[in-house]
C-alpha cells in the first residue's frame, strides 16, 4: 500500500485499489518473496519450517503480523 495516498482516499480522489502493488514488484529481483503458512520456528536451528516441510535457514529472524486498514472506521 502506498500510504502517502491515503490522504486522498477519504475525499473519493482515489481509492484503496488504486494504491495497492503486488509485494514481488516491490522487491530487489534477487530477493524471494515467499509467502506461506510456518508450521514452526526451530529456534536451536535457526530455521523456519513451513507448512509442506520446506526449511528456511535465517541469520536474523523479523516476525511482523502486519494490520489491517479500516477506512470506514475513519470519520469524515
Known amino acids: 500500500m502506498y500510504q502517502p495516498a491515503l490522504l486522498f482516499v477519504p475525499f473519493g480522489l482515489a481509492h484503496d485499489q488504486e494504491i495497492v502493488r503486488p509485494r514481488h514488484r516491490q ?36 516476525i511482523a503480523t502486519g494490520a489491517t486498514l479500516a477506512l470506514d472506521e475513519t470519520e469524515g
Do not use: M, N
Open 27 to 62: 522487491l530487489h529481483k534477487d530477493v524471494e518473496f515467499v509467502q506461506q503458512a510456518i508450521d514452526r520456528v526451530d529456534l536451536e536451528r535457526d530455521t523456519v519450517v513451513l507448512e509442506g516441510g520446506r526449511e528456511l535457514p535465517y541469520d536474523v529472524l523479523v
